[in-house]
């Protein structure tokens, strides 16, 4: 927070500030008169100048009240530095008023000064509640700013954590499928160069749309299908046979969003811990469908029950799954299961229509 | 190369392209005879057993056995070259007393330094195929 009060560090807040002075000065010109001491004309000559100076008086109780929190600091502290400025404060005020009393001698007589300072208790006794007035207003402005202090930290660490979450996956999925790429274009280069070529293309397509993809904040699943057929036709030159796809898109499925890459790393896992560690490969099962209001889409491969655990198994499940919780909370459903040696992954979500 | 020493090689990869830059570099160089291609793990550990290859050329992830278990299985004497696009099985690949490891994609000079190592390793370990000629250490 700033040094300056927050009322004053902002523009168009000080004609209402000064217009606080009014009720402040009916009340001081009320009580005067009420004490039949003062004539009505003498009490709101007295209580105009003490409402002005007390609307600025009282502001800096906002610096007291951020030196010496209510909540968190120790009581005996907060006390005593809150009647130590009270007292200095409402001093401060009386004697203003005494200043104000002995200008106004010319109007009222030379007794105004004396029958002003019969009145001090009673001011005094304003004052202090006029402090704990204003200390119960800044409170609940001190509140309120740190609130929005927090929300913005809130949405700042939101921000944050989406671009940390974006770069994980971005460097999860590329590198060995990369190099294994490499790899294959390497030989295929000597081999069976139009082979190299495609490969090369599709690659680069692939790369291009995850690379797209990545800065977008929903897209409709035919988009994210895509990227995902790109990254099958580089893995199908790597694998040959032993990858094929089958897919069963409803359209109604594909017009939905989704966060981008969010089946890139099922796809993946379908690939790496499925058809690879099978020597007869097999077939990928991509299905998303639309029923109702919800999205349902499945992800399904055969795997190899007896072949060892690769590296990185479970990095890309718990990825999905806390992208999913994270952008629709407990209305999505991850479910990842083995049954015998076919690996299936449905997710279900609120359908969300593409513009 | 001068380095003529004849050597057997086996050469282990689940994908065919990866198989075939093997092949492709490997039989450029003196003295290499392939003496097979498996396509997965309980192949290599069949074909090791039956060809008795020098040199095995081996991928990491595979079906049925990965590289590290055919590693356990074959011929302790059997030099091994893991060849993998992953650089995190490196350690657990010296563990295992592998001659060499190298990363897909790589050069021919590359895999022609490893040919060497696995060469240089088996004058070490066993004589009968490189008579005369003493052994570089790896």
Redesign the interface.
């Known amino acids: 927070m700033s040094a300056l009060h927050p009322i004053l560090a902002r523009k168009g807040r000080f004609l209402p500030l000064l217009s606080t002075a009014i009720p402040i000065a009916a009340l001081l010109t009320g009580l005067l008169a009420r004490q039949g001491a003062f004539r009505f004309g003498e009490a709101a000559t007295l209580a105009w100048p003490l409402a002005f100076v007390a609307v600025f008086l009282f502001l800096s109780v906002w610096y007291v009240a951020m030196a010496a929190p209510l909540r968190g600091g120790r009581i005996l502290r907060t006390v005593v530095t809150h009647a130590v400025a009270a007292a200095l404060i409402c001093s401060v005020w009386v004697l203003s008023g005494a200043g104000a009393a002995r200008l106004l001698v010319p109007l009222w007589g030379a007794t105004f000064p004396q029958r002003y300072a019969a009145q001090v208790p009673v001011l005094f006794t304003t004052g202090i509640l006029l402090y704990l007035l204003s200390l119960a207003l800044h409170a609940v402005l001190l509140a309120v700013e740190a609130t929005r202090e927090a929300e913005r930290h809130a949405l700042q660490l939101q921000v944050l954590a989406r671009e940390a979450e974006l770069k994980a996956l971005r460097a999860q999925i590329h590198p060995h499928f990369l190099f294994n790429s490499l790899n294959s274009i390497s030989a295929l280069v000597g081999t069976d160069p139009p082979r190299a070529r495609e490969m090369c293309l599709y690659l680069s397509e692939f790369l291009r749309k995850s690379l797209a993809l990545g800065e977008r904040k929903s897209i409709p699943v035919r988009e994210e299908v895509a990227l995902a057929k790109a990254y099958l036709e580089v893995e199908g030159l790597r694998f040959g046979s032993r990858l094929t796809v089958e897919e069963a898109l409803e359209t109604g499925g594909q017009d939905c969003l989704v966060p981008p890459l969010l089946l890139q790393p099922l796809v993946e896992n379908a690939v790496r811990h499925g058809i690879a560690t099978r020597v007869e490969g097999g077939v990928i099962r991509l299905e998303a469908r639309r029923s109702g209001n919800r999205l349902r889409i499945l992800i399904e491969n055969p795997f190899d029950p007896d072949a060892p655990a690769r590296r990185g198994a479970g990095v890309g499940l718990s990825n999905v799954r806390s992208r999913l919780a994270a952008r629709y909370g407990s209305d999505a459903l991850f479910a990842a299961r083995k049954l015998a040696d076919r690996y299936l992954v449905v997710l279900s979500m609120p359908a969300q229509a593409a513009d | 190369m001068t380095d003529a020493v004849p050597v057997r090689v086996l050469i282990v990869d ?5 198989r ?2 093997l092949r ?1 570099m490997l039989s450029d160089r003196d003295g290499v005879s392939i003496v097979g291609e498996c ?2 793990g ?1 192949e290599a550990v069949k074909a090791a057993a039956e060809l008795a290859p020098d040199v095995v050329f081996l991928d990491v ?6 590289g590290f ?1 055919v590693r356990e299985l074959i011929d302790p004497s059997i030099a091994v070259v893991f060849v993998t ?2 650089d ?1 099985y490196a350690l657990r690949a010296f563990e295992v007393h592998a001659v060499d490891y190298v ?4 050069r021919a000079e590359r895999l022609g330094d490893a040919l060497d190592r696995a060469r240089a390793r088996r004058g070490g370990c066993r004589g009968r195929w490189r008579p005369g000629r003493p052994g570089r250490g790896p």
């Not at chain 2, 689940?14 to 990866?18: G, I, M, S, T, Y």
């Open positions: 689940d994908e065919a392209p990866a075939s830059i492709e396509a997965n309980f992830e595979m079906p049925k056995l990965d278990e696009a992953y995190s990363l897909k994609p790589f």
